[in-house]
């Protein structure tokens, strides 16, 4: 079976994240980048499921040369090789036209029967690119998966959202996006890094993939910012002091706020 996971390069949650003035997107030279965590939680299943049969595990990212940091983890943790999507005319691609790319740069891997992706990356938090995926191969989309089995051809899910948890199964192909309760990802060995080093790293651009720029970026998109603002800074708390009374004044606030 070949498998590919969606990994992405992304701002580090701890740090500060700002829009660029000139054109509205996320500034990612600004801030140090980290393969995001969901990925590596999708990495990990895949890994899984190779350790239990015979897989082999190919990543795939979208993203500037630095993304390179990102790749080499993941196959640091077990994966076989690696396609990166570099040019700079994806620049400022929404999810629509992502989703559109990843399909494309999919077809250069040879049999795929499951892509595996977080259900949403820490940056953009839209939360649909692996639906959207799905929309585009043509291939059923199993979302926010906690559980994953995969076995005679099908992929059985345990599906949680804030409504609920249910069962979902699908033929082969198919998309699978899991959630963070799914696993725990396992740290890259000392040998998994030396070997990372020697996998093949395949570095393609949107004209390997039948798109030209008016397809992808800005121009391509269906959405854009057309403006932003700072986030207004924190006010501060409201101070109650007790003079005997101030177990009714905390009741008293509660209610105010409508938490009881």
Request: proline share 4%; with cysteine; glycine share 10%.
């Amino acid at each position: 079976m070949n498998i590919v996971v969606l990994i992405k390069q992304v701002p580090d949650t701890w740090s500060e994240r700002t829009l660029s003035d000139a054109d509205r997107t996320l500034d990612r030279a600004s801030t140090d980048a980290v393969l995001d965590e969901i990925n590596e939680r999708a990495v990990e299943e895949a890994l899984k499921i190779k350790e239990s049969g015979d897989a082999e595990i190919t990543v795939l990212t979208v993203g500037p040369d630095r993304a390179t940091d990102a790749i080499r983890k993941a196959l640091s943790m077990g994966a076989d090789k690696a396609v990166h999507v570099n040019d700079d005319a994806i620049h400022g691609s929404d999810a629509v036209t992502t989703a559109k790319i990843l399909a494309k740069a999919i077809g250069t891997v040879d049999d795929v029967q499951l892509v595996l992706a977080g259900n949403e990356a820490t940056d953009g938090r839209s939360g649909a690119v692996p639906a959207m995926l799905g929309e585009v191969l043509g291939w059923p989309s199993l979302t926010h998966a906690n559980e994953l089995t995969v076995s005679g051809g099908t992929a059985t899910i345990k599906r949680e959202t804030d409504e609920g948890t249910c069962d979902v199964t699908s033929g082969l192909p198919a998309v699978v996006s899991v959630g963070e309760k799914i696993n725990e990802p396992r740290y890259p060995s000392f040998k998994g890094i030396m070997a990372a080093k020697k996998k093949p790293v395949s570095t393609i651009g949107i004209a390997d993939l039948g798109l030209d720029a008016g397809e992808v970026g800005l121009a391509g998109s269906l959405s854009q910012v057309d403006s932003f603002a700072p986030r207004p800074p924190k006010s501060g708390g409201q101070k109650v002091e007790d003079e005997g009374d101030g177990g009714a004044k905390i009741a008293e606030f509660l209610v105010g706020q409508k938490l009881i």
